[in-house]
């Protein structure tokens, strides 16, 4: 069993920057890949980015390649995620998820475990 939480969400500036962070329970956290999706209103959840077990592979939306990065410290059982350069199209629900092997890192369906969500608003 896995717990995550979020935190680091808030509002900002369009060109700003935020740092959300994912803090797991359990001292199994390096067995899991890790990944961050968003969800709109009105739209589906969608995949942002994801890491491997060792932090060796990330992997991202096409349209947050150069601008978010993913990143994680298994001895503190914390993923990251550093969002630069954010537009208000960025504004959604983020969620941390953990996920059992690599494979389908981009499928929402294939995780295990989820955060609750922290609120991103990007204003124009």
């Known amino acids: 069993q896995v717990q995550l939480v979020e935190s680091g969400g808030g509002l900002v500036q369009a060109g700003g920057s935020l740092r959300l962070s994912c803090a797991a329970s359990g001292r199994t956290f390096s067995s899991y890949a890790m990944g961050w999706f968003r969800q709109a209103p009105g739209k589906e959840r969608e995949f942002v980015a994801a890491?491997?077990?060792?932090?060796?592979?990330?992997y991202y939306v096409d349209g947050v390649k150069g601008r978010f990065t993913i990143s994680r410290d298994n001895a503190k059982n914390t993923v990251y995620l550093q969002m630069n350069s954010l537009k208000p199209e960025d504004t959604a629900v983020y969620y941390c998820?953990?996920?059992?092997?690599?494979?389908?890192?981009?499928?929402?369906?294939?995780?295990?475990?989820w955060g609750q969500g922290t609120q991103v608003t990007v204003s124009s």
């Open positions: 998820a953990a996920k059992r092997g690599l494979s389908s890192l981009s499928s929402r369906y294939e995780y295990d475990y």
């Open positions: 890491i491997s077990r060792s932090g060796g592979s990330t």
